[in-house]
């Protein structure tokens, strides 16, 4: 491709010249394009493989960059304060699931905890609620409702108890209703001019969780109380699914949801009901549930995509692995320790307006922090200018997250017995906040890949995935026994040279052991140790 070197090189110098910079990561070209010149993006994108070539001193797989498939990286469970470190490390080795799958619900729970009560103020104009969408991906099997199920138990026991008060409010109730009524038949009768007797209000129930997805019935509950709602799902596709349609005429519900997701005002008109117009001001809804890959890159799809929804979710697809039987439980004392984690979070109070009415009350950020948090929007919005379209929106919403999550911590840490923690966000929460927010951002890359790729890619991922399992290592013969997709020798060994050829890995050969035998032909992943000299076949 000698031809291209000269037009080639002169794009180079001409792109260099206007601020753009190049480097090769692994099989990828990577360029950052400075404000202005992001007219450089579709020219380079057009071009990469030759670039790539010129840069790199040689052609990249198959004519070009072969996109990188990572490493899942563990949870960064330091990051989540005491005791709810302890306790979801605990949770998920008694499961047997991986920590993202109790960490993730866990942090939409104690969001929900905080409710509206709590805002962060990064300044005057700006702040963000305590409010988290979280998806845990992974294929049937892999314990995601259980790890839900450890990780909501608690704010299910705060509703069990608000479910049971609420029977024994609607009981008296029922007798003041009645005793009202007699009081009121009285009062019709004398024409006196005293005023009538006082109407009892019925009880609401405070709600802390729901199933229900649609938005007129979450208006309601909304409507009632103050402090926001979770929708917790097993099983997000139904969810995903009936979001964007149109609901009995009505219109779509997906600009609402993204309202709740800032906890924006929504208001829902009605053509039945005794209220035909419901206006919440502070419509804080999180949400949090689980769901497979193929069904998450089917409920997605470029809709979602662009109207910002996907962008908003914080996902986690941990990388499968064999669950063994472990009598382990967690600590009682842990559970409690979590349990009054909650209990105080759900004691918060509200600010009030001039008028009485509920308020968040912002918390603002310590010197240390700010100091921090500018530093890292900077880099963050240099970073963001990197990715293309989808990741970029991601890549925004996970500022929001980076504050909300300084919140959790700060307000967890003064519910743990820090009465200090209370007056500002500190460093130290912030800094965890980053760490964390920076660890979605890689993860995003992964989940992302699922909505790009091409079959050949998916096959790829796939099969790597289930080689690091085994430790980085197969031969054909392992795919044959292991997966039926390579049944044949034919189908196996053609599956492991199309993996050397996109420099995924490469061939070694293995002694025979101690007791003879022909060498053994075995594929290693790039990052993969290189077997010992007799190890025998992988």
């Known amino acids: 491709m000698s031809v291209f070197i000269v037009p ?29 010149k992001e007219h450089w993006r ?42 709810i470190c302890d306790y979801v490390e605990s949770a998920a080795g008694a499961i047997g699931c991986d920590c993202s799958f109790v960490a993730l619900p ?9 409710g ?39 704010l299910a026991a705060k509703q069990a108890e608000s479910i049971a008060k609420h029977k024994d409010d609607l009981a008296e109730f029922g007798q003041e209703r009645a005793q009202y009524e007699k009081e009121l038949a009285v009062w019709k009768k004398s024409r006196t001019e005293e005023k009538p007797p006082w109407e009892p209000e019925e009880p609401t129930c405070n709600r802390f969780t729901t199933s229900d997805c649609t938005i007129e019935a979450l208006a309601m509950l909304l409507s009632k109380q103050f402090d926001g709602l979770l929708v917790t799902r097993d099983e997000l596709a139904s969810w995903l699914g009936g979001i964007g349609k149109y609901q009995g005429g009505k219109g779509a519900d997906t600009g609402d949801w993204l309202s709740a997701w800032s906890a924006q005002p929504i208001t829902i008109d009605r053509k039945s009901g005794l209220k035909k117009m419901i206006h919440v001001p502070h419509a804080a809804v999180g949400i949090v549930g689980g769901i497979q890959p193929g069904i998450l890159r089917a409920a997605i799809g470029r809709e979602h995509m662009q109207d910002g929804l996907c962008a908003r979710l914080l996902m986690a697809k941990p990388e499968s692995k064999p669950v063994t039987w472990t009598d382990d439980v967690v600590d009682p004392q842990i559970e409690l320790a979590v349990s009054e984690v909650f209990s105080r979070l759900l004691d918060l109070d509200p600010a009030a307006n001039e008028f009485g009415e509920s308020e968040p009350f912002p918390i603002d950020l310590s010197p240390e922090a700010r100091i921090t948090w500018i530093d890292y929007y900077n880099r963050h919005r240099v970073e963001l200018s990197d990715h293309d379209d989808d990741l970029a929106a991601a890549w925004s919403k996970l500022e929001a997250y980076t504050a909300r999550f300084a919140l959790i911590f700060q307000l967890v840490t003064w519910a743990g017995g820090d009465a200090s923690a209370a007056a500002s966000i500190s460093d130290d929460s912030m800094l965890a906040a980053i760490e964390l927010s920076d660890w979605f951002g890689s993860e995003a890359k992964r989940v992302y890949r699922l909505f790009t790729e091409s079959e050949e890619d998916e096959a790829y991922r796939i099969l790597i995935e289930w080689i690091r399992r085994r430790g980085g290592r197969a031969t054909a013969r392992d795919l044959q026994r292991n997966l039926s997709k390579y049944g044949t ?16 890995g490469r061939w070694e050969q293995v002694r025979p052991g101690p007791k003879g035998g022909q060498p053994t032909r075995v594929f290693l992943l790039t990052d993969a140790p290189t077997p010992t000299e007799h190890s025998g076949t992988a």
């Open 489 to 504: 020798s034919d189908l196996a060994n053609e599956a492991l040279e199309g993996l050397v050829k996109a420099r995924y």
């Open 8 to 36: 080639i090189a002169d794009q180079i110098r001409k792109a260099q010249d206007d601020g753009v910079e190049f480097r090769i990561d692994g099989d990828e070209l990577k360029f950052r394009t400075p404000p202005g």
């Open 106 to 114: 866990t942090l939409a729970g104690l969001a929900r905890a905080i």
């Open 42 to 83: 579709d020219k380079i994108r057009s071009i990469s493989a030759e670039i790539f070539e010129h840069l790199n001193g040689g052609p990249p797989p198959n004519g070009k960059p072969h996109p990188a498939i990572e490493k899942y990286k563990p949870f960064p469970i330091h990051t989540l304060p005491s005791p």
């Open 116 to 154: 509206n009560r709590r805002v962060i103020r990064l300044k005057r104009t700006w702040t963000e609620p305590a409010i988290i969408w979280a998806a845990i991906v992974g294929k049937s099997g892999t314990h995601k409702t259980p790890a839900m199920q450890s990780a909501l138990k608690f």
